[in-house]
Each structure stands twice: as structure tokens, then as C-alpha cells.
Nanobody, 118 residues
Framework: EVQFAESGGGLVQPGGSLTLSCAAS????????IGWFRQVPGKEREGVSC????????FYGDSVKGRFTITLDTAEKTATLQMNNLKPEDTAVYYC???????????WGQGTQVTVSS
């Protein structure tokens, strides 16, 4: 069974930074994608970022380009999302999952709350 476990959410002031981590288990093979989407009640799911284990190609949503960076430890199948210059509109529950390529998620974790507020 494929499972994802997120960690690292919290409260931060505008302009601050947070780091999210995601540990994946049950993924078979060496070619896969891990990434995050976020959701605010009453709004549609928004793809944030995705990284492919094949060549390390990365993808970002338009609203986070230049501020967020995703990396992948292929040995541990653990992804990290470094979020800088956070804005109040980044407030959401962030879910880690996969395969995420093409902004399609078949599996995701419980989610972690990120709140950006002064």
C-alpha cells in the first residue's frame, strides 16, 4: 500500500519560511513522482509542486514559482518543500502525495496546516 506522511506545517508571519517534508512508503520501482497540492475550504485543489525521480525534473504552480523549491532524496523516497517569502494567500492544508505528474494525485497523506498571518 502506497502511503505518504507529511510534517513541518505551522504558523509563520508573512515573508517568513517553512519547510515541509514528505516520507513515502510502498512505492514500487525507481520511477515515480512526489509532490504537494493544497486546499482551502470552499476552493478547488491547487497543485503546488511535483518532482520526478526520473532526472529530478520539477514542476511548480504559477503562484509559487520563484518562492518554493522541491527536492527529493531518492534513497529515502523523501521529498522536501522549502517555502520562502510566504504570503497570507499561501494559507491552506498542504497534502503530499503522488504520482503528481500532470497534477494528478492517486494517493495522498493526512495533510498539514500552513498558516501565514501576522
Amino acid at each position: 500500500e502506497v502511503q505518504f506522511a507529511e510534517s513541518g506545517g505551522g504558523l509563520v508571519q508573512p515573508g517568513g519560511s517553512l519547510t515541509l517534508s514528505c516520507a513515502a512508503s510502498g512505492i514500487r520501482g525507481d520511477v515515480y513522482g512526489i509532490g504537494w497540492f493544497r486546499q482551502v475550504p470552499g476552493k478547488e485543489r491547487e497543485g503546488v509542486s511535483c518532482i520526478s525521480s526520473y532526472g529530478g525534473r520539477t514542476f511548480y504552480g504559477d503562484s509559487v514559482k520563484g518562492r518554493f523549491t522541491i527536492t527529493l532524496d531518492t534513497a529515502e523516497k523523501t521529498a522536501t518543500l522549502q517555502m520562502n517569502n510566504l504570503k497570507p494567500e499561501d494559507t491552506a492544508v498542504y497534502y503530499c502525495g503522488g504520482p503528481c505528474l500532470g497534477w494528478i494525485w492517486d494517493y495522498w497523506g493526512q495533510g498539514t496546516q500552513v498558516t501565514v498571518s501576522s
